[in-house]
Structure formats: C-alpha cells, structure tokens
C-alpha cells in the first residue's frame, strides 16, 4: 500500500482508550492503536497524535455540576498527559520512536511545546504525542488536535471515531440515520454536526485543513485511510480531492 499524506494529524478521544471498562485505560485497546500508528511509520508517514482525556476526567462535565471553568479544563488537559504518556509507553515497548510534547510545561515528564521542535521530531520519524491540549481553558482537544496539524503542517486532520464516519443522526440510536461520504465545513455548523467542536471546524474551514472521520476500530482502519481508501466522511473545502 502505498500513502497518499506524507505527514498527518491523528486525533483520538480519550474514551477510545478506555474500551469496554467505563474508564482508565484498557492495555488491549492501547495495543492495539499502538500497532495501527506502528502501521504508519512503517510506511514513511509521518505522524503527531492529539489524545482527550475524557476517558480520565471531563472538564466541561465538572463544570456543569458547579466546578470552576478553568481549574476542571485545566483538570482535563493533565489527563491529556497521563493518556500521552500511557501511548508513549504502548509506541516504545514495540519499537516506536515517540516524544511527548506538553503545552503545560512539565520537563520531569515531558518536553515542552515548541513548533520547530515537534516539527524536527516528525522529520526523524518520530510519533510526536502532543498533550495538554493547547495549554489554555476553554478550549478542547478537538481545537488543539486543528491547531497542532496546521502548526506542524499536516496534510490531513484524521479523527478516529467509533463509527464509520458523519451521520445526520447518532447512528448507534437510530437504525435509519444516514451517513454523509462529503461534507463542507459549514454544512457542519449548520447542521451542528458532531464531528468536532465549532471551533476546531472554523479554525480548519480558515485554513483549508481536510478532516476525514473514520472508525478506529476496524483493523487497519488508519493505514486504509491514509493510503486512499474511500472510508469514513470527508470534510473539505470543494476543491480537495480525496487522493485515491
């Protein structure tokens, strides 16, 4: 197979890492991504990570229970950096080159976030895991994850769902919701489509970064993606091409 990105942006949710426990990190599912970015560098692509960490804690759920807005975000950008490290431990024990890069400093740990750093990490076929989110509260992964790619110079912002792709409807509650293969960013907005939060969209929409969203857990789901295969739900401006 043969990649059609030379650089990409992965970006998971924190629940993805938790399996079928209802929390923390289930060690199979982190394998099991583990091999799927393995996957990746094998084929000379070079790959940044953006992990949530709702799987751990949920800023914005404390928050709607009375918590201030900031410490509860800033809560959830240190989960970020338990779900980054845990990766990084997953990546190295198969032989995967990683560095963890915070946007909250933390040198015990992790190096800090510096652009030319994470983008000569990527050069050297590093997985770079960026965590912490953008270091700022109210803001999201989903944003972080937008910002990262454009920063790094991603081609293509991947997010990894547990369904095959966009649909107008939660297609694991409803048996007729329809799934889209080509969406505009703002048929997004204006269907307030859960693909990512407005901001992340917008801050994509500006800079013309195509989002492709895709079940995770199919095997080889990540490497079909990036080698053109037609899966999951494009978001694109109306000039990008799939490359196939």
Not at 39 to 55: D, K, Q, W
Not at 183 to 212: E, F, Q, R, W
Request: proline share 5%; aromatic share 6%; glycine share 10%.
């Amino acid at each position: 197979m043969t990649p059609k990105f030379k650089r990409v942006t992965l970006k998971l949710s924190g629940e993805a890492l938790q399996g079928s426990q209802g929390y923390g990190i289930d060690p199979e599912v982190l394998a099991n991504i583990a091999g799927e970015v393995k996957a990746l560098i094998e084929l000379g692509v070079e790959t940044a990570l953006v992990i949530g960490g709702g799987n751990i804690f949920r800023g914005l759920k404390a928050s709607a229970k009375g918590m201030d807005r900031s410490s509860a975000d800033y809560m959830g950008m240190l989960a970020t950096v338990m779900n980054a490290i845990a990766m990084q431990d997953a990546l190295e024990r198969i032989g995967v080159y990683t560095r963890v890069l915070s946007a909250i400093e933390m040198k015990e740990v992790a190096e800090p976030y510096i652009r030319r750093r994470a983008t000569r990490h990527l050069e050297k076929g590093r997985v770079v895991i960026f965590a912490a989110g953008t270091g700022n509260p109210y803001f999201t992964t989903d944003t972080a994850a937008a910002l990262r790619a454009m920063e790094v110079g991603s081609e293509v912002l991947l997010k990894a769902t547990r369904v095959d792709g966009v649909y107008d409807k939660d297609p694991l509650l409803h048996d007729d919701a329809v799934r889209y293969e080509r969406l505009s960013y703002l048929d997004v907005l204006a269907k307030g489509l859960h693909v990512m939060d407005s901001t992340a969209i917008s801050l994509c929409k500006d800079n013309d970064l195509p989002i492709i969203v895709f079940d995770m857990l199919g095997p080889g789901s990540v490497r079909q993606v990036v080698c053109g295969e037609p899966l999951g739900t494009l978001v694109a401006p109306p000039n990008f091409e799939r490359p196939r």
